[in-house]
Nanobody, 126 residues
């Protein structure tokens, strides 16, 4: 069974940067897709970004393209989300998720992922 632990969240001013990490344990990999989702107060959880196991393919929701970068280090079983030019609307709890065992059935929806971290709070002040 896979355990995911996020870290790196915090409070930052608009225009600032944060780097989130997602460390996996208890499994052999992070799965085929590793994804980041977020949930703002009163809103549904939404897809933010995903990366494939070889790190060569990345996917982003439109609102973060050009500002966020997802990556993963398979040897360390750790995924990252570099967030630059942060905006108040990026405020949310951020979750990482793993498609494990690897199925590669898709990356966009919550049901594509089998394991989730506990979340880390990101707050962007204006």
């Amino acid at each position: 069974q896979l355990q995911l632990v996020e870290s790196g969240g915090g409070l930052v001013q608009a225009g600032g940067s944060l780097r989130l990490s997602c460390a996996a344990s208890g499994g052999t990999s992070l799965g085929y897709f590793t994804g980041w989702f977020r949930q703002a107060p009163g809103k549904a959880r939404e897809f933010v970004a995903a990366v494939t196991s070889n790190g060569l393919s990345t996917f982003y929701t439109d609102s973060v393209k050009g500002r966020f970068t997802i990556s993963r280090d398979s040897a360390k079983k750790t995924a990252y989300l570099q967030m630059n030019s942060l905006k108040p609307e990026d405020t949310a709890v951020y979750y990482c998720a793993a498609d494990y065992p690897p199925v590669s059935g898709g990356y966009l929806h919550e049901y594509n992922y089998d394991y989730w971290g506990q979340g880390t709070q990101v707050t962007v002040s204006s």
